[in-house]
């Protein structure tokens, strides 16, 4: 099948009128809404460094409202809308591959093959280091968001497949990751590098894997070293499994170390 022939068999299993295409919506630095041909905004516009084209919905109830997140990687804040949302900013702060990350920056626009005009507000923006991007939902359980959520998520793709980005219903983490990741993030700011040559002393002392809390005496005070090991963690310079809980006897490698069960992706 051609491009052509395929862009136009997602569109139409996505329910999408072709010939009118995608628009977006987002704010310029004024805060004025702007309305453009997608393809052409994806091209030219840094949505990771835009607000929110809408603000996130406060759901009575609920335990956890809209929020920031402090970003590693950017040095600056990410609104976020929900628990599940704020999670999913922890992995991409530490995917190496993220550059930019924004939450809420643009709003897509379509006609349906039936007519009726539709949008969707895409929770997740995150710039790769290729320029490309990825777009993305973080639903807190599978059916979230019902039939409409599940026709948007169908849309969207289409849009991102259309200009080679990418669009994802990122499902929850397992819980034992996501509270690892949690723990890490309480020291992901660089301030926990600690005193001059702290970092160095951390990695010298994790050259071979060895049990969290040795390799820690072995660099200095337990008390000054642990936040400089927990924020080379998080960045990538150690590795160590997280999918099982961490703990002072959870095994601690240098930065690639493939042990088992660790994961890459930390910057």
Known sequence: MTSTGAARGRAERAGVDQVGGFEAVFLDPLGQAVQQRWADAAMTVAFEDLPPVSAFPVVPGRRWGPGLWWSATTGRHVAAGSNAMCTQLMVLDRDRDV????GRPVRLLWRELRGRTRSWVPQLFARRA???ALLADCPGHPDAGGERARNAAEAVAQACADIGWTYRRLPPLDDVLAANLKWLAGYRHPRNTGHPGLAAAV?????????LAEGAEAAGDPIAVLPAVFHALWHGRLTADLTTPLHERALVGPQGWNGPGTRGGAR
């Open 130 to 132: 290729d320029g490309t």
């Open 203 to 211: 990695a010298e002392a994790f050259t071979r894997p060895r049990p």
């Open 99 to 102: 550059t930019g990350l924004a």
